[in-house]
């Protein structure tokens, strides 16, 4: 046996090679279950980086489906709740590029808003609490509505569904404790208000003499 | 009245970008002075001709870019790199070689990447290697310095200078004036000891400590470098480190002198572009390592670097390798050598995750 | 000498201490008015104590601290309160808070204050006693953030040493150098009322710069002889700030997202020392501040006790202001302090500055130049960060690395921005970087939250989904029995077999198990019992104590108690005995049973009734409740004659299925019936509705009268029980004829009041769902056309109306026409694009 393999160098090397695929195999196989990482599976990922509107803007009926979407290979530019700082995220997350918004899906809005229901108005139909996704809207059939405003997430999914429109979408009033400054403007923006200095004085000395 | 929403703070030093790059552009006369005085007028002509490239090519690229061109061409920064990379062309290098160099400084090595403080590499250097390797002859063709010139011939004077860097009919060429640099001379040795060599070749019999007018450019950026340290243009870490590493690498293998030796640290530390390298290219802060602590670490590796590839690789001087090399390898230094900052145990990596 | 540390880091700007040190601390005049805001300090704004209009003392408590991180405030001179609202503060953000406006009426009337008494120390009362007062004097530390100090006060930890910050290394302020200079005595007592509260600590250090010898001349005599030491140490930017001068004084760090007590520290504003000694000596809460006004936009530079709540434009008024040399105005330090936008915002607790800088001092900043990371910022950082690379990191909003370049531990000192000769506002990148950041922390949070509680409901619905499908399934399993059921008589109508075996699946679905009946009833039996009980113990008091008539109640009410519970226990027994027979059999019995079956069985459960009630005539004592069962009992009779005669008249050889037949169709009918009607009512619109309830009620209005006048005549006992109900009839009567009438003058009166307004909404907008539901799609479509447009004419008839009358309504009138004209063309384009 040996020596039929040693002398028919065709065999020896079927063997050689035979053999050291087993050992690998074996090796990546025992690796492959010893330092296995326990990882959150991608979608799980995507949907911590989604705002969680559940809006279904983005074409799926909420943000743990579009996350399993984009796993599956949707684009990640669909999601106007999020916004650029998401997409961002996503790219980040998934190692491409970082698309600009898809507008298809709608405008990124910087304000945040919260549903209002106009509660004289409201006849009690209960249809914008089947429409609210978190549970957001509290009211009987009946009886007035109202929305939990800190648990709205401003998809307003719930201002169609009502018959008598009386559901507002107001932005959320900016307080002393959440205010930030803002990023300065680049520089060219800077450059071109020095170069053309007379127009901001005299607006402001304008607004003062007003 | 105009009451302006303005961030603090609302004090500033007069400290400018611009000025900062005066400077250093100011440091720079001891040696260019003293590249005059021993290798003529060519040096001069080399920045005079790269520094109005450099400024029409940033112009052309800020107008492309439809940036404000005034208000960046005020930075002073393209100058400094056209500065820096005429004094390390060899003087009386033809015009081509200039412009060339120059334009692909700037226009690649420094535009492409997204200009002033996004460049990665130093654009000097970049223009200095694209053109050592595509031009070999001209960029090795270093005239002699002063003191080799045999009695009654003189080094051509500005307008002869001018005349063969344009390369005018009639001028004569850089070849009837060139020399080997006291690193050719080392890496040619063979058979002599370091001392016989001092002895017997005039570019060291006639130098004091490493090699005739070398030693003095050398000390002109000496010079100059301290300068731009005594005013706190940067830290000593990187140009300390880098002439120490060098110093202990020529000493490990100076080799008591014997004709295998590389040379004595004083002879690298004042010959080629040991000085212009430390102070000048080196502490170019896009490029380098961005904390103290790494300033050390790449000023260190430069340093060696420099003395390996002069020992042993097919270039005599290596300070633009060197520092092109070390160039890539900053992000990664920075990312280790992240200061301990207040009220923390020790110092973290910079793409460390949450604490 | 005590060794000092260097500080890390740090910058040198021009101290221009020197132009408000020349005179001495001096007192404005009072103004018109003072603007005190509700939040001056770091926490919860304080809790308004005060009515608009009233009179208040100097030193009254206006607000009081609402939590434990809060501060009160309180009036700074006597006078009344002209307005509580909305007014600019002191923010970088020049954002409006509620304050509390005081106009003066130059008094100065002090309430009742009280310190501790001349003739003990403050070491004869406890630190918690100290504390409380401190609390209440309103002290929040004056040198930045204004911390509520009781709180820094009462750390958890055991305190080694109490710094006493003298530092004020911010240019141009000299407040605390000047009230060192003047009331050194006060504040060493503040000082050794502050380490005596914190049990007293090893070492009591005051740190100061060594540009205030002046300072540190005057405090020298009163600390010779203390645990007190004068620590002075070089001049450096920001050496004042808490963490540096730590720092600076001990050589120790505080940790990262850590508080000075961690490392047995607290760190207390020489102000603050002198406020303390204010509030324990004399019991004076804060009411004012020494306040730097300088800068070359005002001619006069020198400190003020000023008044808190003190407009800046009377602070300027008295310095030679000049509104046209002034290029920015700021409070607080120009390394530090924040710009401001308005001249009346007020003078708060920690306003240690107000520096009116002139355009040389303060020039327009000009473009920031890119960054070429010369690293001269992280040269000055005293926290060792690198700035270069934040700045970098905060242009690309790339948090993960700013949180690992240590971005929270910037103490936005301003030095990085100082040195930088590029001019990037490096602080305002990161101080919108950690506002992205906490942001988005925030909204981490938020939409966790939303996603717990979306993925809720989506699990609640799956449920429901489940039982509603496991519903049908049991409908299904009926209606197959029943099938089965109608096949084995196949000589039934196919139609009638429908309705029977829709009407079974309804009762199958109502029906629960026989296990889950028994249990109501048991549960019903126990209820029964125990009001039974509590019945009868009501009873028992009354007999007691009672009037005759509340005696009769009560036994009644025990009677019916009674009665119940004997129901509850027959039904018991019933459906133990037809345990297995559903309802829908007794329905299909019913209906399948001969006219003579269900006579006799009448008959035979009249008869049963008839001998209970006997009975309980027998039995029962009362007399009232003998009548009424006897009345009773004369009807029952009459029912069984009335049966007994059917019975008799019903032919005795009538064949059993057409009979059947004919019950079963008018079963089968009446529930066609009565669905019809259903139907009917739902498509009706809500007028007619109406009009059909008021027909009704006024049916049901008439019989009762007659029944009513009936009862009268047999002067029955249940006259006023009829009564009762008739009158309930008519006011349900007048309730529809109400409704009706809104319904039908709707169009009129749509500017009636609210409450109309708002039912005949409900009642149209039931009219349109009832209508919508009944409708095809495109119906609904044309409908909705028909109705937008109509709207839309109404709308525009009134915007009209309102434009003629020049009304304020017109611009909302215009919006609400504009969008109805918006919502019109979209239904139209609907309905195009539903016709093909």
Redesign the interface.
């Known amino acids: 046996m040996i020596e039929l393999i040693l002398q028919n160098p065709l065999i020896a090397a079927l063997v050689a090679l035979v053999g050291l695929a087993l050992v690998f195999g074996a090796v990546l196989g025992f690796a492959a279950i010893k330092f296995r990482i326990e990882g959150d599976p991608i979608v799980q990922q995507i949907d911590e980086l989604l705002p969680q509107t559940q809006c279904g803007q983005c074409g799926y009926p909420g943000c743990r489906p579009y996350a399993q979407a984009i796993a599956n290979g949707d684009a990640i530019n669909k999601c106007p709740p999020g916004g650029q700082s998401t997409i961002n995220a996503l790219a980040t997350l998934l190692g491409v590029e970082a698309p600009s918004l898809d507008a298809e899906h709608g405008e990124e809005n910087d304000v945040k808003t919260v549903a209002y229901i106009r509660e004289d108005e409201c006849i009690g139909c209960t249809k914008c609490i089947q429409a609210c996704p978190v549970d957001a809207i509290l009211g009987a059939a009946k009886m007035m509505h109202t929305v939990i405003a800190s648990e709205c997430t401003g998809c307003d999914l719930c201002v169609e569904p009502c018959p008598v429109d009386c559901i507002d979408m107001i932005p959320v009033p900016q307080g002393l404790s959440d205010w930030t400054w803002d990023m300065p403007p680049p520089a060219e923006e800077q450059i071109k208000a020095q170069r053309h200095p007379a127009e901001i004085i005299a607006t402001d000395r304008g607004d003062k003499a007003a | 009245m105009a009451l302006l929403k303005i961030t603090s703070p609302h004090a500033h030093t007069a400290q400018s970008t611009a000025s900062v790059m005066r400077l250093v552009l100011l440091a720079t006369t001891p040696g260019l002075i003293a590249l005059t005085l021993f290798f003529g007028w060519g040096s001069l002509i080399n920045i005079l001709l790269a520094g109005s490239v450099a400024v029409l090519c940033e112009a052309a690229v800020m107008r492309l870019r439809k940036r404000p061109v005034m208000f960046y061409l005020g930075d002073n920064s393209a100058l400094v790199t056209a500065v820096l990379l005429g004094l390390a062309l060899p003087p009386l290098a033809p015009w081509w070689v200039v412009v060339v160099g120059t334009s692909f400084a700037i226009l690649i090595a420094k535009h492409l990447y997204g200009g002033l403080g996004y460049n990665p590499f130093n654009p000097a250097m970049v223009g200095y290697v694209v053109l050592l390797i595509s031009f070999p002859v001209q960029m090795t063709a270093w005239p002699a310095p002063l003191p080799l010139y045999a009695e009654g011939v003189s080094p051509p004077g500005f307008l002869a200078s001018l005349q063969i860097v344009l390369g005018l009919p009639g001028a004569g060429t850089v070849d009837a004036f060139t020399a080997a640099t006291p690193l050719d001379t080392l890496r040619q040795n063979s058979g002599l000891l370091i001392a016989q060599l001092y002895e017997q070749d005039p570019l060291f019999n006639l130098a004091r400590w490493a090699g005739a007018g070398w030693e003095w450019v050398n000390l002109g950026f000496l010079l100059g470098g301290c300068f731009l340290l005594y005013r706190r243009v940067f830290t000593w870490h990187g140009p300390v480190a880098m002439l120490a590493s060098l110093s202990l690498c020529a000493a490990l293998f100076y080799d008591g002198g014997s004709s295998a030796s590389h040379g004595s640290p004083l002879m690298h530390l004042l010959s080629g572009g040991t000085m212009l390298g430390a102070f000048f290219i080196l502490t170019d802060p896009v490029s380098s390592a961005t904390s103290n602590r790494g300033r050390l670490i790449f000023g260190a590796l430069i340093g060696a670097l420099i003395f390996i590839i002069r020992s042993w690789g097919s270039y005599p001087d290596a300070v633009a390798f060197a520092v092109l090399l070390m160039n890539f390898a900053a992000p990664l230094i920075d990312n280790y050598t992240l200061p301990r900052t207040y009220g923390h145990k020790k110092s973290r990596r910079a793409t460390e995750k949450k604490e | 000498m005590r060794k000092v540390w260097d500080l ?1 880091g740090g ?1 040198h ?2 101290e221009n201490k020197h132009q408000s040190v020349q005179l001495p601390i001096d007192v404005l005049p009072l103004p018109e008015k003072l603007v005190i805001p509700l ?1 001056q300090h770091i926490g919860a704004p304080a809790k308004l104590l005060v009515a608009n209009g009233d009179r208040v003392l100097k030193g009254q408590e206006l607000a009081e601290p609402s939590g434990l991180v809060s501060v009160g405030v309180h009036a700074p001179t006597s006078g009344t309160i002209s307005d509580i609202s909305e007014y600019p503060i002191p ?5 409006a ?1 509620r304050c509390i406006t005081l106009i003066p009426d130059g008094k100065e009337q002090w309430i009742d204050h009280v310190g501790i008494d001349a003739t003990y120390s403050f070491q004869d009362y406890s630190p918690a006693k100290l504390l409380e007062m401190i609390r209440h004097a309103g002290i929040a530390g004056l040198g930045g953030a204004g911390f509520p100090s009781a709180v820094k006060l009462s750390p958890r930890k055991t305190i080694t040493t109490l710094i006493i910050n003298g530092s004020e290394c911010e ?1 141009y302020i000299t407040a605390d150098d000047m009230l060192m200079r003047e009331r050194a005595e006060a504040i060493v007592e503040g000082i050794q009322i502050l380490s005596y509260i914190l049990g007293g600590p090893e070492e009591v250090l005051i740190g100061i710069e060594d540009n205030k010898p002046e300072a540190h001349a005057a405090l020298e005599p009163f600390v010779r002889d203390t645990h007190i030491q004068l620590v002075s140490f070089p001049t450096r930017y920001p050496s004042g700030g808490e ?1 540096q001068l730590i ?1 600076i004084l001990t050589g120790r ?6 508080l000075p007590a961690d490392i047995g520290i607290v760190c207390q504003n020489v102000g603050t020392a002198f406020a303390v000694q204010k509030a324990i000596h004399f019991g004076e809460p804060l009411i004012s501040r020494i306040t730097t006004v300088t800068g070359r936009a005002c001619s006069t530079n020198r400190n003020y006790e000023v008044l808190i709540g003190t407009p800046i434009t009377h602070l300027l008024a008295h310095n030679g202001f000049d ?2 040399n ?5 409070m ?1 330090g ?10 009346d915002i007020p003078v708060i607790k920690t306003t240690n500055c107000i ?1 009116a ?1 002139s355009w040389e001092e ?1 020039p ?13 910022c ?2 000055a950082c ?5 700035p ?2 934040l700045f970098w990191y ?1 242009q690309s ?1 790339n948090h ?2 700013l ?4 971005l929270f ?1 910037c103490i ?1 000192c ?2 990085c ?9 490096l ?3 990161y ?6 950041i ?3 922390a ?2 981490k949070i ?6 717990a ?6 699990a609640r619905k799956e449920q429901e989904e489940m039982a509603k499908a496991a519903k049908r399934e049991a409908r299904k399993q009926a209606a197959e029995q029943a099938k089965t059921l109608s096949a084995g008589r196949g000589n039934k109508p196919q139609k009638n077999a429908d309705m029977v075996k829709t009407a079974m699946a309804r009762a199958a679905e109502h029906q629960a198990s026989p296990a889950e009946q028994q249990a109501r009833l048991e549960r019903g039996i126990v209820r029964a019992e125990s009001h039974l009980h509590t019945v009868e113990k009501r009873l028992e008091t009354i007999r007691k104590e009672g009037t005759e008539q509340q005696q009769e109640q009560a036994l009644a009410a025990v009677e019916d108690a009674r009665r119940r519970l004997e129901d509850a226990r027959s039904k018991r027994a019933q459906l133990n005995n037809t345990a297995g027979t559903s309802d829908t059999d007794k329905v299909m019995e019913r209906l399948q049973a001969s006219p003579r079956d269900t006579l006799e069985k009448k008959i035979a459960s009249c008869k049963e009734r008839i001998a209970v009630t006997r009975q309980k005539i027998v039995d029962s004592d009362d007399e009232t409740l003998k009548a009424a069962l006897t009345s009773g009992l004369e009807k029952q009779q009459a029912k069984l004659a009335d049966a007994q005669q059917a019975l008799a008249a019903l032919p005795d050889n009538t064949p059993d299925t057409p009979v059947n037949q004919e019950t079963t169709d008018a079963a089968a009918n009446a529930i066609a019936r009565a669905q019809a009607r259903a139907a009917a009512t739902r498509d009706l619109p809500a007028e007619e509705q109406l009009r059909q309830t008021v027909v009704a009620l006024e049916g049901r209005i008439e019989k009762a009268k007659a029944k009513l006048d009936e009862a009268r005549a047999g002067e029955s006992e249940y006259v006023n029980a009829l009564q009762a109900g008739l009158e309930k009839l008519q006011n349900k009567l007048l309730d529809a004829q109400q409704q009706l009438n809104t319904v039908t003058t709707q169009p009129s009166t749509v500017d009636d009041d ?1 409450g109309d307004a ?1 039912s005949s ?2 009642a149209r ?2 009219a ?2 009832a209508e919508l539901a009944s409708m095809s799609e495109e119906d609904k479509l044309r409908e909705t056309v028909a109705s937008l447009k109509s709207r839309l004419e109404k709308a525009r008839i009134k915007l009209r109306e309102a434009e003629a009358e020049r009304s304020e309504h017109v611009d909302s009138l215009r919006t609400a026409v504009e969008k109805l004209q918006v919502r019109l063309t979209e239904a139209e384009q609907q309905l195009a694009e539903y016709h093909p």
Request: proline fraction near 11%; charge should be positive.
């Open positions: 890390i910058v700007p021009p939040n923010h970088p953000s020049g954002m808070a240019p963490k720092q760090e505080v940790p990262s997202g850590g509104e046209n002034c290029s920015r105005l700021i607080g120009p390394m530090m302090g924040f710009t401001l936008t308005d001249l520096l800088a303060a327009t900043p000009p473009p920031a130049q890119p960054c070429i990371r010369c690293g001269m992280a040269e005293p926290a060792s960060l690198l270069q690379q905060a909003h993960e690395r949180e690992a370049h240590n531990d936005e301003g030095a921005s100082y040195v930088c000769p590029s001019n990037i506002p602080v305002q990148y101080r919108a970087s950690k506002g992205e906490r942001k988005q925030q909204e938020k939409s966790d939250r939303a996603r509680r979306f993925e809720f409901q989506k609210t708002a909404a409900i907008a039931q349109r769902v």
